[in-house]
């Protein structure tokens, strides 16, 4: 989990500091907010695990495209995400896919720390991994031959309206939790974000909550559950067709939303359940709970 804290309208500088989480790892907690980044099993292997590995990231850059394949990296935080997604692109060959990576944050405190030299080497960025996280932590992007990552900092909102129409194929969404950061797991941040998924794009969240599933579908996405990483409670996969979700939500799953004590965001409509009901992956009762 990333410090996209940091991305709603008004909210706090980060005070983040390095701790190890029960496993060993190291993790950045923000002091202000008392959340912890990668918070089971660290930065490295979450970020592989929950976010490059789900969403095919290899295999789609391998499938030889004109245009690159567009990352958006909500919520950039140490940068934890972003990078392993640029290691993977640049160990590819040159006539495999490009990656251009799209970073969003207000803040760089949790990157800036990420890349201090005490901590380089177990957040990822040593060689030219280091180079590249410093200079877009300096500049605002980095530029190889494969891949290209760039900053976009400040508001989320403002700036994914700034994307053209159905521009983006894979989606780190890695805010802090709904808890801290109620506004960007709502029907109105999706409602953005699906806005700017072309068809065939994927979303990969760590969250598994109720409301969240509900805020995604009811933004318009397929939902289904998400890869499953050790200790780490269930979390969420969505896309623009339910035919790329591995595992959709069924009736069973709608059947658990029906007595769920907190079913939906603050925003959605009155008639929430009867919207989500009559989706189409719920009519055909494929998937699971």
Not at 74 to 85: F, K, Q
């Amino acid at each position: 989990m990333n410090t996209a804290n940091t991305l709603s309208t008004g909210a706090p500088a980060l005070d983040c500091e390095i701790v190890r989480t029960r496993s060993g790892a190291p993790a950045v907690r923000d002091r202000l907010t008392g959340e912890l980044m990668h918070p089971v099993v660290g930065p490295l292997v979450e970020a592989e695990q929950l976010y490059v590995t789900p969403s095919r990231l290899e295999a789609r850059l391998r499938a030889h495209a004109p245009t690159p394949l567009v990352l958006l990296d909500v919520g950039l935080g140490a940068g934890s995400n972003a990078i392993r997604a640029w290691q993977l692109s640049e160990r590819l060959s040159a006539s495999d896919r490009l990656l251009e990576i799209l970073s969003f944050d207000r803040s760089l405190a949790a990157l800036e720390l990420a890349l201090a030299p005490e901590h380089c080497a177990a957040f990822g960025f040593v060689d030219a991994a280091g180079v590249a996280g410093r200079a877009l932590s300096t500049h605002g992007r980095h530029s190889t031959a494969r891949t290209e990552w760039r900053l976009h900092e400040g508001d989320l909102f403002t700036k994914l309206a700034q994307l053209p129409e159905s521009s983006a194929d894979v989606v780190f969404w890695d805010p802090f939790s709904p808890r801290k950061n109620a506004e960007l797991w709502t029907v109105a941040a999706f409602s953005a974000l699906f806005r700017v998924c072309r068809p065939g794009a994927t979303v990969h969240t760590y969250s598994g909550a109720t409301s969240v599933r509900s805020a995604l579908l009811l933004a318009g996405f397929a939902v289904g559950v998400g890869h499953e990483v050790g200790e780490l409670k269930e979390n969420t996969g969505a896309a623009v067709n339910v035919e790329d979700l591995a595992q959709p939500l069924d009736l069973r799953w709608l059947a658990r939303l029906e007595r769920s004590s907190c079913p939906f965001p603050a925003d959605a409509p009155s008639d929430a359940l009867t919207r989500i009901a009559a989706l189409t992956q719920f009519r055909s009762g494929a998937g699971r709970a």
